[in-house]
């Protein structure tokens, strides 16, 4: 699994003395060379700030920047890279929860570049002007690392061998997840499970969000709502479901509290400018916040996850880590007296308005400059200075110390906020999105661009989190998040439920199909995504990384699921088919709602207008390349795979490498895996198939291949290969 990778065409350029964010790998070497030196951009420096400019070339494309909102091409967009706890997810917001500065331009000239520095930077790619890409840094130290190749694809190859190898998640981390803020107790956690076994639709996991905490304490466990929980959480997974709580970075102050007393006993948390622990709101009320810059307050804070992997718990959602802050406590005293004196008069006009901006106490700017963090080296740095990086060390010291409380297994890991380099530790979810059609079209773009930043294990608020889902959008939804790896269904407090039986019959029935699909992909998916983080590309590609016309440059709502498939998702209300284009080669358009359905049919490369009904998702079959499907399982570990589905489109010659490993281990790692090589030829005979076996030190247990080929005509070929 592990490779030898060479920078090829990377170059950092070094402004001043930055900050050493850890986002590149500690042991790759690069060259440095001054700033000044950088080609391509004019970089102006005045005041302590820095500004960046390259003129864009008409039809350059301008990609990257990760977890963002907006066109998979972000020309016509200003961005922001401050984390930002902010809902909901309107058109013109410039940043989130997440900061990705790689981006890469593609057209005249092509290049990419990663700039690395931990607080906020602004963007401005042909918004102000229409052909410049201008960058603003408030700061003189930064590293830039130039990727100076051309081919979008090998940029992302560079980056990622600067930034490190994907995070592989546990194999059961590939089937669908079911949550909902909140499941509060055991019972209702329980009546879920449940009723996804009754109904015999799939699920592998089930989220817990904060209520099953004590006061919203981080850290604890309300009894009374999870009675002798070890043995819950074993029962679950007895019968194929994991739960994943939630965790806050908040910790509560509350002498006596545990976390607290130890943090406050070791001088753990962020500093205010009297040099006191720094005090503002979260969920728990009033709190501090664990200074996890340091080393040792990492490691502190990631050892307490083994209270809850003691208990036999082995994936967690790190939450409001940006961080969220509601209010601090001088703010919300300011707050309160203005309003009481509007409000204490007689006769409010005008200065109504003024309640609603004062109320606005939510992640204030202000707030994050009001404290300091030290890092390993002693020194003091203001938090705003750094921001970017809470998320980060959070869930990277989370990640070093889950390794060590679970030996030999994978841990499952989600973030909210993130940072470039986070990718090699955890998995990221997108936020608290809206129940709204833009938004899943939003999704289709920021799986595409979280792929380019190597978070390939990512995915959105299936349905939607914010706002009310209807039974078509679900179902349009899941369609999609069937083909994200993180596949998770969840909402907010109060709204309707969204489970897959929460609708209607007809729903339900189209529901359970689509995770039937999704689960019968799985050998495939694996397959693809574990090569795609061995040779480190996206897992999820637009068309213009395979194919070169002058469509595939444009089209941003189809993608590459992997090297066989491409998906051509429906996002548009009462649709009942969209356009696609189809590049190059011939496709085998597969519209499936079944995993059992096989309407195939040959189509050459042009655009079309292809129908979709309400419960059929268009797929594409790449010409001379196969897939494989298995029988759908009620969860990923239910039972081994035995018997394979091999479909292809064979014209001339196709090849597939099938791979397994035990899913849970890191035995991949020193190559403990299996491969199966399919390959089809097409003879004046007919379609003929051969496989290689190559085990090591894990053994398949597939005993059967049965293969089903279609040719140019359309003709089906079907044979079986005993194992
Ligand atoms: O302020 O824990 O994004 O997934 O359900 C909201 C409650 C806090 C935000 C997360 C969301 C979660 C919610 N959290």
């Not at 350059?60 to 967009?77: A, C, I, S, T």
Request: with cysteine.
């Amino acid at each position: 699994m592990m490779q030898h990778r060479a920078l090829l065409h990377t170059i950092c350029y070094r402004s001043g003395a930055p900050f050493q964010t850890n986002a590149v790998l500690p042991e790759i070497t690069v060259d440095i060379r001054p700033a000044a030196a950088l080609p391509y951009f004019t970089i102006t420096q005045t005041d302590g700030k820095t500004a960046l400019r390259y003129e864009l070339a008409r039809h350059d494309r301008v990609y990257g920047l990760g977890e963002q909102l907006g066109g998979l091409n972000k020309r016509g967009k200003m961005y922001r890279t401050y984390n930002t706890d902010i809902s909901p997810h309107q058109p013109h917001i410039e940043t989130l929860y997440g900061s990705h500065p790689f981006l890469f331009i593609t057209g005249e000239r092509g290049f990419g570049f990663f700039l690395d520095y931990p607080s906020e930077m602004m963007f401005d790619i042909s918004h102000t002007h229409k052909d410049i890409l201008e960058i603003t840094i408030p700061s003189q130290d930064f590293d830039l690392y130039l990727f100076d190749v051309s081919e979008p694809k090998q940029i992302v190859r560079e980056y990622l061998t600067l930034t490190g190898s994907p995070y592989i998640p546990p194999k059961w981390a590939f089937g669908y997840q079911q949550c909902r803020y909140s499941y509060p107790d055991a019972e209702t956690v329980q009546a879920i499970a449940t009723k996804f076994r009754e109904l015999d639709i799939p699920c592998d996991a089930i989220g817990m969000d904060i209520d099953y905490m004590v006061n919203y304490k981080v850290f604890t466990l309300d009894d009374d709502k999870f009675p002798k929980f070890a043995e819950f959480v074993a029962q679950m997974k007895t019968n194929g479901f994991r739960l994943v709580p939630i965790l806050d970075a908040g910790v509560k102050v509350e002498p006596g509290y545990a976390i607290y007393d130890e943090g406050k006993a070791n001088d753990y948390f962020c500093k205010d400018e009297q040099g006191e622990d720094f005090v503002a709101a979260v969920w728990p009320g009033l709190c501090h916040f664990p200074d996890f810059l340091r080393e040792e307050v990492r490691a502190w804070w990631g050892k307490q996850y083994r209270f809850f992997t003691d208990q036999g718990i082995e994936g967690f959602w790190n939450d409001m880590n940006e961080p969220a802050i509601f209010y601090v406590p001088e703010k919300m005293k300011q707050a309160r007296e203005k309003i009481y004196a509007i409000l204490s008069k007689d006769d409010i006009g005008r200065e109504l308005t003024e309640v609603g901006d004062t109320m606005e106490l939510f992640n204030r700017r202000e707030y994050f400059k009001a404290f300091s963090q030290r890092a390993d080296d002693g020194r003091v740095v203001n938090h705003d200075a750094v921001h970017n990086l809470y998320a980060f060390d959070m869930t990277r010291g989370t990640a070093e110390q889950l390794k060590l409380a679970m030996p030999g297994t994978r841990y499952f890991l989600l973030s909210r906020g993130s940072y470039a380099g986070l990718h090699r530790f955890s998995g990221i979810w997108t936020g608290d999105n809206s129940s709204w059609w833009e938004h899943l079209e939003v999704n289709i773009h920021m799986l595409i661009s979280l792929n380019f930043a190597g978070f390939f294990y990512t995915g959105a608020d299936t349905g939607g989190f914010g706002a009310e889902v209807s039974p078509e959008l679900m179902i349009r939804w899941m369609q999609l998040g069937m083909f994200s790896p993180l596949f998770r269904n969840h909402t907010w407090y109060g709204s309707r439920q969204q489970e897959p039986w929460s609708f209607d019959p007809e729903t339900t029935a189209i529901l359970r199909d689509v995770l039937r699909l999704r689960y019968a992909m799985i050998p495939y998916a694996y397959s693809e995504y574990m090569r795609a983080v061995r040779e480190l590309r996206p897992f999820i590609a637009p068309l213009f990384f395979e194919f070169s016309g002058e469509r595939s440059q444009q089209v941003e709502d189809q993608f590459l699921y992997g090297e066989s498939l491409m998906i051509a998702p429906v996002y548009t209300p009462n649709a009942r088919g969209r356009f696609v284009h189809l590049p190059e080669s011939r496709w085998l358009r597969w519209n499936a709602s079944r995993c059992e359905d096989r309407a195939m049919t040959v189509m050459q490369p042009d655009d079309y207008y292809v129908s979709a009904d309400i419960h059929e998702v268009p797929m594409f079959l790449r010409e001379n390349r196969l897939c494989v499907l298995a029988e759908p399982m009620s969860h990923v570990h239910e039972q081994p795979i035995r018997k394979l589905t091999v479909l292809g489109f064979v014209t001339n010659a196709a090849e597939f490498v099938y791979y397994e490993d035990d899913g849970a281990s890191y035995g991949y790692r020193d190559g403990q895996c299996a491969e199966l090589t399919i390959r089809a030829r097409k003879t004046a005979a007919g379609i003929e198939v051969s496989c290689e076996k190559c085990e090591h030190g894990y053994a398949l247990q597939i005993s059967e291949l049965a293969c089903e080929f279609y040719d140019e005509h359309g003709k089906q070929f079907r044979s079986s290969v005993t194992l």
